[in-house]
Structures are given as C-alpha cells and as structure tokens.
C-alpha cells in the first residue's frame, strides 16, 4: 500500500465504553492539524466531527484495529485536553458547573461541565438542548468523559 493515502495522527489512551457495556482500552488516532481551528485534533474534536467511525488500537479486551462507531459509544474516557491553549482559553471564557450524569446504564458520572458557545444563556437546559455535538464534556481531575449525548438519562447540576 503507498503511503500517499497515509494521513499523520498521533495517539491518545482512551477508554471506550460501548452501548451494550464491553470497554476497550487502547489508543486513538488524531490529527496533528485540523481544518477547523489552530492546534491538535482532540478527542472531543473527532467524535464531534460528522463522521460515523472512528479507529482505535485497542489492547484490551484483545489486541485489534478497530473502526468503532460512535453510535455504540457510551462514552469515551480521555486525558484531560484542558492543556491545549486553545481548549484553556474556551474553558477559561466559560460558566462552570458541577454536574452528575446518569447513563442509560445506571451509572453515575461527576464532574465539571463547562457551558459554552451560548452568548447570555448559563442554564444547563439551555446548553444541553442548544449544542449540536453528539458528545458532552465532562471533566474530571486529569482525564475528560466524552459522554453521548443519546446515553444521558438525566443530568443534575450538583452545584445549585
């Protein structure tokens, strides 16, 4: 295979946790550049992108490359983007709350949602119901839950 149809990516750990509630552990491919703004491709930035699969180099449950559909994600657990200039500037602009989100499994995930790209609307509902991307950040000391919006059974806004 020529390497002309090779696009370069660098790895992130990830853990997928999938709708039917295997998890896969391995690593994600992202871009070093992207179209749509300055800096790396994050993890947030691919599965919010339009398409429908991403890959992954799973090592666990057995090793594999593996093209996941992001319809089957419950969520995805990755390193804290928050590092990222661009990612610090947007969360540092942003409400924060603190956020408990159950899943259509029955667990429960806590953590900080920082609530963004709504000019004059702080509330929770407003967020949840305005944004388009399929996943919604929840951070956690070091690490992001990338939670499908569709797995949510409800959020409680642990703050108020």
Not at 46 to 58: E, I, Q, Y
Not at 95 to 107: H, N, P, R, Y
């Amino acid at each position: 295979m020529s390497d002309e149809y090779q696009i370069q990516t660098y790895e992130v750990p990830v853990e997928v946790s999938l709708g039917d509630g295997p998890h896969l552990v391995g690593h994600m491919f992202l871009r070093p550049h992207t179209a749509g703004h300055t800096g790396p491709e994050t993890v947030a930035d691919r599965l919010n992108d339009r398409t429908a699969f991403f890959p992954v180099r799973a090592t666990a449950p057995e090793p594999a490359l593996l093209l996941v559909g992001k319809a089957q994600v419950r969520y995805v657990i990755a390193p804290d983007s928050g590092t990222i200039e661009r990612v610090a500037f947007r969360r540092a602009a942003s409400v924060q709350i603190g956020a408990s989100i159950m899943l259509d499994d029955g667990e429960v995930v806590s953590g900080i949602v920082f609530l963004d790209g709504i000019p004059g609307q702080i509330r929770p509902l407003d967020y949840l119901n305005a944004i388009d991307d399929p996943f919604v950040t929840l951070v956690r000391p070091d690490q992001e839950y990338l939670i499908n919006r569709n797995r949510i059974r409800y959020f409680v806004d642990i703050a108020s």
